[in-house]
Structure formats: C-alpha cells, structure tokens
C-alpha cells in the first residue's frame, strides 16, 4: 500500500455519464443553469466535449459544438475543462490527415479545452503521436491512455509498456480508461500499483459501472496509489455510466485520501440533474442497468445505450441479446480489439448485420474491411484470416501507421464547404461528418435548423416507450400533396388503427380505416418485395450514401452497386447475379428497409 493522498476528482455528467444513459442527448440549454455550482465544487476538472457529444450535436440536437464549448467555457471560469479525443480519428470515425489533427487540437484548446484525454482503440501508440504533439505545442495538458480489455494478449505488462511509450511522447499522465466495465477489483490494484511503480506521473482510473465493481475499483486503485478517479454525480450515475460522485467522497470523507469535496454542494448539483433527466426519458434503456453479464459480452456503457436505441428504431431490440452474444465472436475474428470508439461500432455493427442476416459476415461493413487491411493501425493480436481473405481478397495490407498514407487535406475540405463555413471551426465540422456537417451547416444557412423533438411525458408522468424517429410520407390525394410525419401508432380497436401525424409541426390524432388505397412516394414510400435473384436489397434499414450504378450499366455477380449507412457505419450492397441494370428505384439519402427491391438486375 502506498502512502495516503488527497484523491481529485474528474465530473463526467457533462459528456460521458449521458452518453451512457441516454444515448449522449443533454443539451447545452440544460447544462448552462447549474454551472455556477459545478464551478464551485472543486473537481480537478469536468468532462465536458469530445466523444460522442459533438455528433450528437450537429446530428440530433442541432447545435454548433464549438458554440457549446465556448459557452461551458465563460460559464465554468476556475474549473479546467476536458475532452476525449481519439486519436488520429479525432471525433470521427477514419484517420484524418495530420493538419486535419493538428488543426482540430488547437482550435479545440483555443475554445476552452484544457486537457486532452488521447486514446487509440486499439492502443496503437503511433496513432496518438501527431494528437499528442499538437497538444504540448497547444500548451495543454496531453493524457495518455490506456483503453483495458482483456485477452489472452492484454497483459498488466503490455500495458505498462504503453504507459511509458506514451510518457516518452509527453504524456502529463496516464489514464486507465475501462470503458466496458471489465475492471476487477484485484486486478485495478495490481495494474495501478504496477503502473505507479514504473511511471512518475500521474495516473487517472476512468471506469464504467456496468458490471456494479467501479466503485470497488476505485477504492482499491486508491489503496494502489492512484492520483485521480472519474465518476458522475450521482443522479446520472451507476449502471452503464459511473460510480457516483457523492458516494466516493463520502467513502474517502475523513481518511487521508479525503477529496475534500462539499457534500451538500454536490447534494445539489444532483438535485437539479434529477429534474433534467426526466425531460430524456425517451432515450432510457433497460439495457444501461448494472449488468455483470458485460463480463462475459464485453459491452461498453455508452456502446450498450446507443446499440439498444438504434435498434429500437429498426424494429429489432428483441434481439439485442443475440447481438451481445455475437460481438465477442466478432471482436475474436477481429483481434481482440478493446471496445471503444470507433471499434465498438466496427465490432457492434458487423455483430447487428451477422445476427439481423442470419449468417455469419453474409455482408462485411466497409469498416471491418478497412479495419482488416490495417487502415485503422495494428490489432493487438491476430485476426482470423479466412475473414481477412473474403473482406479484403489480394488487397495490400497497410504495416505502417496508417495516416502515413494520408496527404494533407485541410485545403481541400476548406474548398470544399466553401462559404457555408464561416469559420476555420465550421470547416473543422465538416470535416468531422462531411454529409452531416454539409447538412446541418446548409439547415443554419437557411435558418431551418430544428432539434428532435423531446416527447412529453404521459399522463403518469412516465415517459411513453416510443421513438421519436418518425416514418415520413408524400399522400396523393386528389392530386394534392401532402406531407406528413408517422410518429405514433395507437391500439388496434374493432378494426380501427389510430395513427398519430406530425403535421406543420402540431401532433393530430387520425383514424386510418381501410377504405380506399392512397399513394405513397419519396423516402417513405414502400417498394415492391424482393422476389428475384437480380433484385438488389439491403440487410438491415439505413440510408443510401451512394448508388454506384445507373440503368444499362453491365454488372459481375458480387460486384458492389450501392452504399448504405447503418449505425454510422457504412456497407457497400452487393448484386448477387451478373447481368444488365433494369431499374433503380433509389437515390442518395433515401431511407431503405430490409427486403424491398432497391436495384432491379437482369
């Protein structure tokens, strides 16, 4: 045991403690009133950006991320402020050239970062070289850090390696980042107590309480020495996020390793947390309790909340068990990768699309190809080759560090944006989600941006269990056209649906009843059923990013023809005859299910 100390404190609730539980949707309006209080707590610092908090923003919450930091950063004056970045993929999920990297750090640090957690999902030191440079010339604080999983190569030495690999690149400290809530309590001691003897500075435990021992790690790590814990006050904690703030400092209250945190103030802070939650109550997921069952799946927190929404909106959460049956096969044929941003969704999505397929790597998303050519670094051990050879075929494999291969490309994005950006901020935007940045930067151009929409509570005061993701129409009747938004489907009643429309923004509550047939067109719309082997669908809903042919094209059987998002994720769609294009009934940005015929083959 090591000589007793004052133990700082890191706060996530402003970023990783709602990423957990509900699917990363705060808004800035509900943070800026109870940052007076936050300030005057005394944590070491707040969590406050990166991660999935800046997608979140551009693509659900329609806010300017930047403009949030700023705001967070007047409103929170004497507390340091932190972000997660990743790496070479920054807050994106590719590798981006290194001014990209370079660029983002230090407009991040110009608008109100202080410290920079740097991670790399699959702990390739080489991919936080450029992140870490950039954030020593930024004069911040660069953190280390280890992403812990465990397998049969993730040894307490091979992380203690890393540990002084990245010391040597300027790490001002090492953070243990548990992302999954694999951490056991004997095992946190002997990681940090090994860490603590070979490295001089200090060490941060970030843990999740999915499996309900965070807390229990976090004493133990103390015991082993550590110098800082990461929790959440307490009204969004436990479960799939943190231990909670006020329980840690009450457990240390009075020992040598006092926090030295007020109670009452902090009492306070999560009185006002409590009330705001419930506006969300519409992203809260039975999967985000405690679950020691994430020692066997392997699942992190925020993976497990956001994997449990999205398939809710695909009609497919009763299988969310067999997708958590599945993801440690696939993080097996992969490499051991840890589960974290971006290779919780790599290893997430290809686990959806072998459950919702019904077979095994049928479809291979584009992502799990580049990851197996090495475009995302160097896996921690060796991938199944046979999965190898059927993604990526004679492809050549990359051995180097992959942003290597990059070449400079901030020019291109700035030409690219053109003026929609109005800042070197705005370009940065874009360059992190290029067709969401356009979009969302063209909607504040045009002064049509619109959040999703927060639904009321029911009558109860619960939240209702539905999703706001909406089923969108253009009705024909008698040759007007009408736009209109299914957001709701009531009980089927002597024949009766009632069906609940969005129209000009006001909710109506509609009678359907089968009479006559109308007419339906756009996104929405439904096409014929897939029949025929030349008729071209997808595995799973999602939006087409691109169609690859037109009609007369001459195509190969397995020859890609169009790309799909699901899950962030993209997934080229193959044809499974040769033969000529007849139709395509398609286009960019059209919304796609399952089963209906997107490309016609003969």
């Not at 930091?69 to 990743?86: G, H, V």
């Amino acid at each position: 045991m090591t000589t007793p100390k004052k133990i700082e404190v890191t706060d996530v609730v402003l970023r990783d403690a709602h990423q957990s539980l509900i699917a990363t949707r705060l808004r800035t309006e509900d943070m800026l009133p109870i940052c007076e209080k936050l300030d005057k707590v005394g944590y070491w610092s707040l969590e406050v950006w990166g991660g999935a908090t800046f997608d979140a923003c551009v693509r659900f919450l329609k806010e300017d991320p930047w403009e949030r930091l700023r705001q967070l950063r007047k409103a929170l004056p004497n507390t340091r402020l932190q972000m997660l970045l990743r790496g070479q993929n920054l807050l994106g999920y590719r590798h981006y050239a290194d001014d990209v990297v370079e660029a983002f750090v230090q407009k991040s640090a110009d608008n109100g970062i202080d410290v920079f957690r740097i991670f790399d999902a699959l702990n390739d030191v080489r991919n936080l070289e450029t992140a870490m440079k950039a954030v020593k010339k930024a004069g911040k604080h660069a953190q280390g850090t280890i992403c812990y999983t465990t397998s049969p190569v993730h040894t307490p030495e091979a992380f203690v390696k890393q540990a002084h690999d990245m010391v040597a690149m300027g790490a001002d400290s090492i953070a243990i980042k548990d992302m999954a809530g694999l951490l056991t309590p004997y095992a946190t001691y002997d990681l940090v107590a090994a860490l603590k003897a070979e490295i001089q500075v200090p060490v941060v435990l970030h843990s999740h309480s999915t499996a309900g021992l965070a807390p229990l790690c976090q004493l133990k790590a103390v015991e082993a020495g550590v110098d800082r814990i990461d929790t959440a006050i307490s009204s969004f904690s436990s479960g799939t996020s943190h231990p909670a703030t006020e329980s840690q400092v009450a457990a240390l209250k009075g020992t040598p390793y006092d926090t030295e945190l007020d109670l009452e103030l902090l009492s306070e802070v999560a009185d006002y947390f409590r009330e705001v939650r419930k506006k969300y109550h519409q992203f809260e997921s039975e999967f985000t309790r405690e679950d020691v069952s994430v020692q066997v799946n392997q699942v992190p927190g925020g993976m497990m909340s956001n994997l449990a929404n999205q398939l809710k909106e695909q009609n497919a959460l009763d299988r969310i068990r067999e997708v958590f049956t599945e993801i440690p096969l696939v993080r097996k044929d992969l490499g051991y990768p840890p589960l974290v941003t971006p290779t919780s969704q790599i290893v997430g999505t290809q686990a959806v699309y072998n459950v919702l397929a019904g077979q095994r790597y049928k479809t291979i998303t584009n992502e799990v190809k580049r990851y197996l050519q090495g475009g995302y670094g160097q896996a921690p051990a060796p991938v199944n080759a046979d999965l190898q050879k059927k993604a990526i075929g004679n492809g050549e494999l990359i051995e180097g560090r992959p942003a290597d291969l990059l070449q400079p490309e901030l020019n291109k994005l700035r030409d690219d944006i053109g003026a929609l950006a109005t800042s070197e901020e705005d370009v940065l935007t874009f360059a992190m989600f290029p067709d969401l940045g356009r979009e969302y930067l063209q909607q504040r151009a045009d002064g049509s941006l619109k959040p999703e929409e927060l639904l009321p509570p029911d009558a109860a005061g619960k939240g209702k269990a539905t999703t706001t993701q909406a089923t969108e129409f253009v009705i024909d009747v008698h040759g007007e056209k009408y736009e209109i938004a299914v957001t709701g489907v009531g009980a089927l009643d002597g024949g009766r649906r009632k069906v609940y429309l969005s129209m000009d923004g006001m909710p109506e509550e509609v009678v359907f009843e089968p009479l006559n047939e109308f007419v339906a067109e756009g996104p929405g719309a439904r096409r014929a059923r897939a029949t025929e082997p030349g008729h071209v669908t997808t595995a799973m809903p999602g939006n087409v990013v691109d169609v690859l042919v037109a009609v007369g094209d001459s195509v190969k059987a397995g020859q890609a023809v169009m790309v799909t998002e699901a899950m962030k994720m993209e997934t080229e769609v193959n044809s499974n005859i040769a033969g000529t294009v007849k139709a395509v009934h398609v286009g960019k940005g059209d919304r796609v299910t399952p089963g209906e015929v997107l490309i016609e083959i003969v």
